[in-house]
T-cell receptor, first 113, second 113 residues
Framework: AQSVTQLDSQVPVFEEAPVELRCNYS??????LFWYVQYPNQGLQLLLK??????LVKGINGFEAEFNKSQTSFHLRKPSVHISDTAEYFC???????????FGAGTRLFVKA | DTEVTQTPKHLVMGMTNKKSLKCEQH?????MYWYKQKAKKPPELMFV???????INESVPSRFSPECPNSSLLNLHLHALQPEDSALYLC????????????FGSGTRLTVV
């Protein structure tokens, strides 16, 4: 079985500063990795995904993530955040050949003016 | 059409009521999902349908009854719910095949009184 750990429950950051949201996963088989964003009172939106190939993945809204197999990590980064990036961010994993996607506990990104 | 539409957006029901949640997508996705999300928690998988057939039931109590009448529609029938079932119910869909991210609806906020 796979699991996902998001290392920070909350990340406060000032506007235009860089941010990194950390995610570690555990699985005995190959996995696919995802980051989703959830704005208040809305569903989740896919930011980016890693399936294979290049370990640096670019997504929507200027976000990118780097897959590190040796450290079993998939950290999300943005070089300069905006107030509108304030939201809950979920790292997720699914096993190759499987139907189930498991979500981490979430990290609340709070961007301050 | 790149959306998953969920109705109603809000629902208040008594413990003896019967109600249904509806989910619709027209993206040609053949996998559809129900997730339950409690406040400040990640989404938890309830059911997975592929090709209109139930593939996964995550040991959900029988007071929740899913139905997939066709490839575009997914229903969740509710009966004799408990107050602890109050949550945001999210529907999602995806293409079948590995590594496909989900498209989520905005959810139905359910309150059981």
């Amino acid at each position: 079985a796979q699991s996902v750990t998001q290392l920070d429950s909350q990340v406060p950051v000032f506007e235009e500063a860089p941010v990194e949201l950390r995610c570690n996963y555990s699985s005995s088989v190959s996995v696919y990795l995802f980051w989703y964003v959830q704005y208040p009172n809305q569903g989740l939106q896919l930011l980016l995904k890693y399936l294979s190939g290049s370990t640096l993945v670019k997504g929507i809204n200027g976000f990118e993530a780097e897959f590190n197999k040796s450290q079993t990590s998939f950290h999300l980064r943005k070089p300069s955040v905006h107030i509108s990036d304030t939201a809950e961010y979920f790292c997720a994993v699914s096993e190759t050949g499987g139907f189930k996607t498991i979500f981490g506990a979430g990290t609340r990104l709070f961007v301050k003016a | 059409d790149t959306e998953v539409t969920q109705t109603p957006k809000h629902l208040v029901m008594g413990m003896t009521n019967k109600k249904s949640l509806k989910c619709e997508q027209h993206m040609g996705h053949r996998a559809m999902y129900w997730y339950k999300q409690k406040a400040k928690k990640p989404p938890e998988l309830m059911f997975v349908y592929s090709y209109e057939k139930l593939s996964i039931n995550e040991s959900v109590p029988s007071r929740f009854s899913p139905e997939c009448p066709n490839s575009s529609l997914l229903n969740l029938h509710l009966h004799a719910l408990q107050p602890e079932d109050s949550a945001l119910y999210l529907c999602a869909s995806s293409h079948l095949g590995e590594g496909n991210g989900y498209t989520f609806g905005s959810g139905t906020r359910l309150t059981v009184v």
